[in-house]
């Protein structure tokens, strides 16, 4: 099935701020996919990098999920106000060391949210602070199947090569 991709920019208001929200649009009647997008899991991508925000979005949607992402930790607050995602890829440099006291928030706000730390950097594996995370993914483009696996995993649906 061929999917369209739409990308559009979600204004919070009174804050000026933006998340980009991510979503596929089947170009096609298939009722087996129709049922998909009715109960695909939700992933929120923050990443102040808008290349990576842009390759996980667009991978992520190709395996069925709902994808919204943002580049800075005031836009995922806002957002966690009023929406629960089924997952949160985060990464720990988001001007500075920004990711690891939101990523205190996310868990102190929902401890059962899944939340996989992304980052160029392996030098935080053995950090105490990474035992708060449900993963730890170094930025690899050539081994995002594995993410891919990992998130399928946790989020108990089935990965369809």
């Known amino acids: 099935m061929r999917f369209s991709r739409n990308v559009r920019y979600i204004p919070f208001r009174d804050t000026g701020m933006a998340l980009r929200h991510n979503q596929m649009t089947p170009l096609q009647g298939n009722p087996?996919?129709?049922q998909k997008?009715?109960?695909m899991a939700s992933i929120?991508?923050?990443d102040?990098?808008?290349y990576i925000?842009?390759?996980f979005s667009h991978e992520l949607m190709d395996e069925g999920y709902k994808v919204v992402s943002t580049g800075d930790a005031e836009s995922v607050k806002v957002y966690l106000e009023t929406s629960k995602p089924?997952?949160?890829l985060l990464d720990l440099y988001l001007n500075g060391f920004e990711g690891w006291k939101l990523l205190n928030d996310i868990k102190h706000k929902d401890p059962l949210v899944p939340v996989f730390i992304v980052t160029a950097y392996?030098?935080?594996i053995d950090d105490p602070r990474v035992s708060r995370a449900d993963g730890y993914?170094?930025?690899s483009f050539g081994h995002f199947d594995e993410l891919k696996h990992k998130i399928a995993n946790v989020l108990g649906q089935k990965h369809i090569e």
């Open 137 to 139: 993914f170094v930025k």
């Open 37 to 39: 997008e009715i109960v």
């Open 53 to 55: 925000q842009d390759f």
């Open 86 to 88: 089924d997952l949160v």
């Open 122 to 124: 392996d030098t935080y």
């Open 44 to 46: 929120l991508i923050v």
């Open 32 to 34: 087996r996919q129709m």
């Open 48 to 50: 102040d990098q808008p």
